[in-house]
C-alpha cells in the first residue's frame, strides 16, 4: 500500500498551464503504475494518462494527447502531471492513482489501481 497526496492545482486561464504533482509514501514506490484521472462535478471518474512502473512506457487519453505531459522521478517518490494548453473542459478534480505492476492493458482503468489520492481541483477559465 501506498498514500497518496496530490498538490498543484488551481485556477488557471484558458491556454495556461499547470504542473500537478502526486507525492507517494513507502519504499516500494518504482513497483506502481502510477495514473491521474479527472471528475468534473455529476459526471464519472474519466482517465488522463498513466506511466508504467518501469518508466518506459506512457498511455494518454486522446482528450489530452499533445497538451499533457506524464512523468515521474523515483528517487522523490513523485508522479508528475503537466498540464499545457488548457481548456475550459479540463476543469475537473484530478486523481492520483497507484496499481502495483499494472501492465498497459490496465493502465487505462480505474478498476486496476488500488490507491487513491484525495485530488486536487483544477479550474479553467474561459
Known amino acids: 500500500q501506498v498514500q497518496l497526496v496530490e498538490s498543484g492545482g488551481g485556477l488557471v486561464q484558458a491556454g495556461g498551464s499547470l504542473r500537478l504533482s502526486c507525492a507517494a509514501s513507502g519504499r516500494t514506490f518504482s513497483m506502481y503504475t502510477m495514473g491521474w484521472f479527472r471528475q468534473a462535478p455529476g459526471k464519472e471518474r474519466h482517465f488522463v494518462a498513466a506511466i508504467r512502473w518501469t518508466g518506459d512506457y506512457t498511455y494518454y487519453d486522446d482528450s489530452v494527447k499533445g497538451r499533457f505531459t506524464i512523468s515521474r522521478d523515483n528517487a522523490k517518490n513523485t508522479v508528475y502531471l503537466q498540464m499545457n494548453s488548457l481548456k475550459p473542459e479540463d476543469t475537473a478534480g484530478y486523481y492520483c492513482?497507484?496499481?502495483?505492476?499494472?501492465?498497459?492493458?490496465?493502465?487505462?482503468?480505474?478498476?486496476?489501481?488500488?490507491?487513491w489520492g484525495q485530488g486536487t481541483q483544477v479550474t479553467v477559465s474561459s
Open positions: 492513482a497507484a496499481g502495483r505492476f499494472l501492465g498497459p492493458q490496465s493502465m487505462g482503468h480505474s478498476s486496476g489501481y488500488d490507491n
